[in-house]
Nanobody, 127 residues
Framework: QVELVESGGGSVQAGGSLTLSCAAS??????MAWFRQPPGKEREGVAA????????FYHDSVKGRFTISQDNPKRTVYLQMNSLKPEDTAMYYC??????????????????????WGQGTQVTVSS
């Protein structure tokens, strides 16, 4: 059974930085991503990484501020978040796509394509 365990959320002032980690167990697919869900809003894709090759994808709102990376042997994905803004406040979720997709929709952030989810970690940015 695939398990995703996130860590690294917290509270920070605007302009600050945080790094989120997501460790995957028993996952053999090709795409891992970070989603976020602000209070009262829908879940949205933030960043994704194609594990075979390392191609990365970003939502326009975080380009230039967030960086997704991987430690492949450890099956761990990181989200480095810099220049944080109050509008980045949300519950952040790590997700991995269904193995059968082969990562084909990585970066499209189609929620049903992601069959595995972490428990979420809260990020709060104060002004």
């Amino acid at each position: 059974q695939v398990e995703l365990v996130e860590s690294g959320g917290g509270s920070v002032q605007a302009g600050g930085s945080l790094t989120l980690s997501c460790a995957a167990s028993r996952y053999s697919g090709n795409c891992m991503a970070w989603f976020r869900q602000p209070p009262g809003k829908e879940r949205e894709g933030v960043a994704a990484i194609y594990l075979s090759g390392g191609a990365t994808f970003y939502h326009d709102s975080v380009k230039g501020r967030f960086t997704i990376s991987q430690d492949n042997p450890k099956r761990t994905v990181y989200l480095q978040m810099n220049s944080l803004k109050p509008e980045d406040t949300a519950m952040y979720y790590c997700a991995a796509d269904w193995e059968g997709l082969g990562g084909s929709s990585c970066g499209a952030w189609i929620i049903p394509d992601f069959g595995y989810w972490g428990q979420g970690t809260q990020v709060t940015v104060s002004s």
